[in-house]
């Protein structure tokens, strides 16, 4: 018996599973279909200015970032990494050059 109900569980979790899939297979199409246009529009609140770094990166008519304000914003945080990296390389050699270890 208990293998029975084990048996229509996993069944039952497949078929969740599979129509799962079908839904979403079903919603990207139909966002495909169905896209909204997004306008790029200027920033015009506090929380927007925040978003875009002072009116840096591009902002949606949704009030999120468009593809390329995301692109450039995540090019200025690598390079922002970069450059901090390479300040504690300079730092780290500096401290082992002139700091004499020996007593």
């Not at 390329?68 to 990296?85: E, F, P, W």
């Not at 082992?96 to 020996?102: D, G, I, K, S």
């Amino acid at each position: 018996m208990a293998d029975k109900n084990g048996l229509l569980r996993r069944r039952k979790s497949r078929e969740e599973r599979r129509r799962s899939k079908q839904r979403h297979k079903v919603e990207k199409e139909y966002a495909k279909t169905h896209a909204e246009t997004i306008t790029v529009v200027e920033p015009e609140n506090r929380a927007e200015m925040r978003l875009t770094k002072k009116g840096k990166f591009q902002l949606g008519s949704d009030g999120q970032l468009t593809e390329k304000g995301k692109t450039d914003r995540l090019s200025y945080r690598y390079n922002r990494a970069m450059i901090l990296v390479a300040v504690l390389i300079v730092l780290t050699y500096l401290f082992f050059f002139f700091v004499n270890f020996n007593n």
